[in-house]
Each structure stands twice: as C-alpha cells, then as structure tokens.
C-alpha cells in the first residue's frame, strides 16, 4: 500500500508539471523531441530499455529541471531526537522541523537569477554541477530515510515523459493561466492542449 500511495501521485504529479512546462517552452518540447525522433525514429517501435532511456541526455535534463522547479514533495518534516545547535541555533529535542525542498531548489544564491525559469539547459553547465548537492537539489531527499523508489520513479517518469511527447504536442491552454504561486501544487488542475505527432 505504501509503494502504491507513495509510488503513483508522486511521478503522476512530476509528469503532469512537466508537460506543463514544456507546453508553456515550444522550443524546450522541440529539443526534447528532436531527441526522441533521433534516438526511437519509428513511433511504434518506442520500447526503450534502461541503458537507451537513461543515455537521453536532454530528457535527463528536461526531467531534473522539471524536478527542481516543481518538486512533487515540495516540503518534508523531521523530529530531532536530541537537542542540536545548527547554525548557532539551539534546537531543544523533540522540534518539528521543516526542509523547504521547493525553496532550496530556487535558491538564486545557487541557481543564479534565472532561478525561477524553466531552463533544462542549466544541467549542461559544469559550473552549476559543481555548485548542486543534496542540500540544495534534494527532490527525493537525502539520507536513510529518502525515496527508496528513486530509481524506479526516474526511469518510470523518462519513459513516461518520452512516449508522451514522441507522440503528442503540448500547448497551453488559451485564456487559462495558472497564478505563479500555483505551479507545482499538487491540488491544481492543470489543461493542455494536445494534438497528435503524425510521424
Ligand atoms: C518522481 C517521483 C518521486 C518523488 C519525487 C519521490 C519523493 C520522495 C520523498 C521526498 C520522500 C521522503 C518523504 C519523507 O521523508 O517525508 C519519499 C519517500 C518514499 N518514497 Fe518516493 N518519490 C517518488 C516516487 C516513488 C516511487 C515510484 C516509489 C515506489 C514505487 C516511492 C516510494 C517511496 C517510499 C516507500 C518512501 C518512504 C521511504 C522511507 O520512509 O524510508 N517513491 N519519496
């Protein structure tokens, strides 16, 4: 039961904000399927096994940025069971403390300005991978207790994604706009139009 509540909203989520992105970035949602047209170029034949969909470097990235900006556990809590001082912060035991995943991963003092934007292309920057660690890009969180589906959820979400968007173009929706604050929140309705690749 766990692995089915935990395992099935969550790449659902990640999926469904991911489309919505790309449709609101045409360019981005080309790149990504000139790269599928490239790699799977017969639609029907789209069977891909691990080594192929993990050797697509930009949905690699498509898929991280769409993890960064729109983390389908945006917060997590913790309890320390003993007092701690962090940061010259004393925190006695027994303290609810929050990890602001969603904030973290929009950290200007990390992402740089264009924090905010949708940009897959920031996972090609050397500088940037430097820079990112767990404590700054962490959708599944870090530790004993992070997702023990992770592997699972990033292949499932690629291959996902790529059926998706080999076959079908996204674009937003006319005269529906989405308040910034709500992108990303898991109770938000979000509509695209589709139509259909034909080749
Ligand atoms: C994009 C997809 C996913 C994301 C972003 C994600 C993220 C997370 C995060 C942040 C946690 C830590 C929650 C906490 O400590 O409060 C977690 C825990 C967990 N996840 Fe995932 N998850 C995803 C997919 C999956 C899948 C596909 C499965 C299983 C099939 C799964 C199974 C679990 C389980 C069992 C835990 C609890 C682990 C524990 O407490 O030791 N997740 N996930």
């Known amino acids: ?19 919505y992105q790309l449709a609101h970035h045409p360019h981005e949602q080309d790149l990504l399927r000139e790269e599928l047209v490239r790699a799977f170029p017969e639609k029907s034949k789209f069977n ?7 050797s697509l470097e930009y949905l690699n990235c498509v898929v991280k940025e769409a993890l960064r900006l729109t983390p389908p556990a945006p917060d997590i809590q ?27 991963q929009r950290l200007p003092s990390i992402w740089g300005s264009t924090a905010e934007n949708f940009d897959p292309n920031r996972w ?5 991978i430097k820079k990112v660690n767990n404590y700054y890009y962490l959708p599944f969180h870090t530790g004993i207790r992070s997702c023990i589906g992770n592997k699972l959820a ?7 994604l790529s059926m998706l968007v080999r076959n079908f173009v996204f674009r937003p929706v006319e005269g529906i706009q989405i308040d910034r604050d709500r992108i990303g929140k898991v109770d938000q309705h ?10």
């Open 1 to 19: 039961m766990t692995f089915l509540l935990a395992g099935h909203i969550t790449t659902s989520i990640s999926t469904s904000w991911a489309l």
């Open 48 to 54: 891909p096994t691990f080594d192929e969909i993990n």
């Open 78 to 104: 913790r309890v320390n069971n003993k007092d701690v001082v962090l940061d010259g912060h004393f925190i006695p035991k027994n303290t609810t403390l929050m990890i602001p995943i969603a904030a973290l």
């Open 124 to 128: 090609l920057d050397p500088s940037l």
């Open 154 to 160: 990033l292949n499932e979400f690629k291959i996902l």
């Open 190 to 199: 979000v509509e695209l139009m589709v139509s259909k690749v034909e080749t």
